[in-house]
């Protein structure tokens, strides 16, 4: 046991508040496993034995009898878009297990049509052409038969396109005359007229205007509160929103007013938006470690499931020169990422394609060149690159020369797999989307996400992607490239904290740390990999207080009156 913090809890007279004995305690620092800890004013004070920990309690604390469940530190959700998520729940699900075809989400169009107001717009989410029956995306037409007298417009699952219907394109004026907008694309059938499909913000901007379609503070708030209600649920303790306005961040102040904001969130603005958010609030502060601005999100090219993501190579299907194209073009991204190395800001570049990472990479290493090579102003904080789905060997050795972090989008494996090897990569390419082992090795920072709503929060689905690489259709995708359960959970919790510079703070169970954790029923450490996904979730908690409770003893134990629960 580190005993000097809970020797100091005796000697100020103050015992811990709580402890907990009888358990599986996995650490995820240099102390390891244990089996007992002891929490004070909502941080951990003392990890180790039952007997030791045991002897710290006084006559007021409080004691739990985890009774052999595990306990490991809470996840952290690196990339999420939780407005997002929580807007999607009132959406017509287009997804492919609601609706596994054209015809099927027609119907379900239609039916919502049916229902609403004459001229109230329809609007779908999680369609993706490339897991739908019909192997193709949405056209006008299509959406025609749902209903011509509205707007209708239907959300690509991976954020990157929309589909309108005849409407929206007559009321936005769209024909085979506009031209497509720098860095978005507006699909076009073999007569050059538009198809209703448009790719990447500039294009979709065209026909979804975001000051339209932006719900009201009070429905803004409930999508928040459904987004939260699902990670406490899934053992995620904070997480990294990654891309929010100021309308957004005035919704997280308003829950964390509330005292509902019981997860710990992280902001990442879009570039020139820091303005709006006055970082020296308190309730959006580097200080508040319930809410605190973390850096500016940039988008840099688009999705490798449409095409647009920037390769080095061209797709695999598409042959050719067709390689995708940057969002951002090279020029303005080195001026962006310049201001805000200079103004001391973290940068989270969105990068899909090899291109992309190469383009970012440069802008940072000339960000650190024009400032004599100096880092943030933040100790151990470092920019960081998102997705990384076709990093190649060469560039993870350059970002570890760089002190670039990466946050990864392993669920890629499962998700699209067998399409990024079968179709848009090829073989090669497409076994070693998302190269854990290789990032593993090098010693480079690294975290895990999910990029909810574009796959599910599940933190231990992710981290049990991450172990067996196996796909939607059953192939293990680059056996290589699997790391072991260990490094995979770091990716949710020791390791993942280091992309926000907290490890001083969160991310493992050890004294001075915030006693936010998650009680499973099983051990990821220790039991079949192939049964990581099926590990359920008993109690989340976030400085000793209980956000989620699916074991009902459990959750009265840790804090009986029940209050403060995300559930």
């Not at 005796?10 to 390891?32: C, K, N, S």
């Not at 192939?475 to 990716?491: H, M, N, S």
Request: glycine share 10%.
């Amino acid at each position: 046991m580190l005993d000097s913090p809970a020797a100091s809890s005796i000697v100020d007279g103050r015992r811990p508040d709580r402890v907990y004995l009888g358990g599986v305690v996995q650490t995820m620092a240099e102390t390891g496993r244990a089996t007992a800890f002891a929490v004070r004013d909502g941080r951990f004070v003392a990890v180790g034995s039952d007997a030791e920990i045991a002897a710290l309690a006084g006559p007021a604390t409080a004691s739990v009898d985890l009774d052999g469940r595990v306990v490991l530190p809470g996840f952290i959700e690196t990339h999420v878009h939780p407005h997002m998520s929580g807007a999607s729940g009132v959406d017509v699900d287009a997804g492919v297990e609601s609706c596994p075809d054209i015809e099927t989400l027609i119907g379900a169009l239609a039916a919502r049509a049916a229902g609403s107001a004459p001229g109230e717009a329809v609007r779908a989410s999680g369609f993706d052409d490339s897991l739908v029956a019909d192997d193709r995306g949405l056209t006008a037409a299509d959406l025609d038969c749902a209903d011509t007298t509205r707007p209708i417009v239907v959300r690509h699952l991976s954020g990157h396109g929309v589909y309108v219907n005849s409407f929206v394109l007559e009321a936005k004026g769209i024909d085979g005359d506009t031209a497509d907008p720098e860095g978005g694309v507006i699909v076009r059938d073999a007569a050059g007229r538009p198809t209703g499909e448009f790719r990447e913000i500039p294009a979709m901007r065209l026909v979804v205007d975001p000051s339209e379609t932006m719900p009201a503070a009070d429905e803004l708030d409930d999508s928040l509160r459904r987004a939260l209600a699902r990670m406490a649920s899934v053992g995620v303790t904070s997480f990294h929103d990654m891309f929010v306005t100021p309308v957004m961040v005035d919704s997280y102040r308003r829950l964390h007013a509330s005292g509902e904001l019981q997860l710990r969130g992280r902001l990442y603005a879009g570039f020139g938006m820091l303005d709006g958010f006055a970082v020296g609030d308190a309730a959006a502060s580097q200080d508040d470690d319930i809410l605190s601005i973390g850096g500016v999100k940039l988008i840099s090219d688009g999705s490798i499931q449409l095409h647009t993501g920037a390769l080095s190579e061209p797709y695999h299907d598409l042959g050719g020169c067709h390689c995708g194209d940057m969002a951002i073009s090279p020029g303005d991204l080195d001026e962006m990422v310049a201001r805000c190395h200079a103004a001391g800001q973290q940068v989270a570049i969105h990068t899909n394609g090899d291109r992309a990472i190469d383009v970012a990479l440069d802008a940072i290493e000339k960000a650190r060149s024009a400032s004599g090579g100096a880092g943030l102003a933040q100790p151990g904080l470092q920019h960081r690159l998102e997705h990384v789905q076709t990093l190649r060997e060469d560039q993870i050795a350059r970002m570890r020369e760089l002190g670039v972090a990466a946050s990864v989008f392993v669920n890629h494996v499962y998700y699209w797999g067998d399409r990024h090897r079968d179709r848009f990569l090829g073989p090669e390419r497409g076994s070693r989307i998302s190269p854990l082992a290789s990032i593993a090795a090098a010693n480079l920072q690294f975290a895990l996400h999910c990029d909810n709503p574009v796959t599910p929060v599940d933190p231990l689905f992710t981290i049990h992607t991450a172990v067996n690489r196996v796909t939607r259709g059953g192939q293990v995708l680059g056996p290589e490239q699997r790391i072991d359960a260990e490094t995979a959970v770091a990716g949710y919790t020791s390791s993942a904290a280091r992309l926000g510079a907290e490890e001083s703070v969160k991310g493992a169970i050890a004294p001075g740390l915030l006693a936010d954790f998650v009680v499973l029923a099983n051990d990821p450490l220790a039991c079949d990999p192939s049964t990581i996904k099926d590990i359920a979730v008993l109690a989340t908690v976030v400085g000793d207080r209980v956000v989620y409770a699916a074991d009902r003893d459990l959750g009265s134990a840790i804090d009986g009156s029940g209050e403060g629960r995300v559930e």
